[in-house]
């Protein structure tokens, strides 16, 4: 399960909040340098993820390569996404692919085995910054600028998210949002980013 705060921001905030060093009660320690991301994603034809509200996405970070299959989210007012994430290495979008589990089996029922193709481009680069409570890391701030792609058409953005990990808990979330609006200015995101270059590619 994938729980994590979403905010539009200001690109300029994003320099801001970089600097800080705590938060209230949290420590923020940054990781060692930023994640330059490509996120290609992908459907079937008649766009049967889409329907279902489930997103595929193939994310490459130099070498690296994880397939990401991300379900249908329940969201909140103040930009709270719960939702669940199956998550692994590879290349290959196509689940017949993958090894034998519960997202492939699901991608297989959700597509009907039809092949997929890539639909959206997402770049981002992204700086995390990680907040520690009494030593324990219970969160992600993600500060992430880049551009949603659809075709030759590209939109570019500002985003900054907080993510738990496994010691956090929601009023982590709540602090953290409460501490960092005291810098910057927090508009709450409904749509995650392939929502929005979704929207984009159906007005292209």
């Known amino acids: 399960m ?23 009660i949290y420590r923020l320690d940054p990781a060692p340098a930023p994640e330059q991301q490509e996120n290609v994603y992908y459907d079937t034809v008649d766009a049967r993820l889409t329907a279902a509200r489930y ?36 290349t290959n979008p196509q689940p017949t692919t993958w090894p034998a589990g519960v997202a492939r089996e699901l991608t297989l029922a959700l597509t009907g085995g039809a ?4 639909t959206v481009t997402i770049k981002t680069q992204r700086q995390v910054l990680y907040a520690q409570r009494e030593g324990v890391p219970v969160a992600e701030i993600c500060l992430d600028h880049g551009v949603l792609g659809v075709g030759t058409y590209e939109q570019p953005f500002s985003e900054l ?3 738990l990990l496994s010691e956090g808990v929601h009023e982590d979330l709540v602090s953290l949002a409460s501490a960092l609006s005291l810098h910057i200015t927090l508009t709450p995101e409904p749509r995650t980013k ?10 292209a």
């Open 2 to 24: 994938e729980i994590e705060a979403k905010y539009r921001v200001e690109a300029a905030d994003l320099g801001i909040v970089a600097a800080l060093q705590n938060l209230g």
């Open 55 to 90: 997103g595929l996405r193939v994310r490459r970070v130099g070498s690296r390569s994880l397939i990401t299959l991300k379900g249908p989210a329940e969201v909140t007012a103040d930009g709270v996404h719960r939702r669940s994430e199956f998550e692994f290495p590879g």
């Open 115 to 118: 092949t997929l193709v890539p």
């Open 161 to 163: 998210e907080i993510e």
């Open 194 to 203: 392939l929502q929005r270059a979704l929207e984009l590619r159906a007005h």
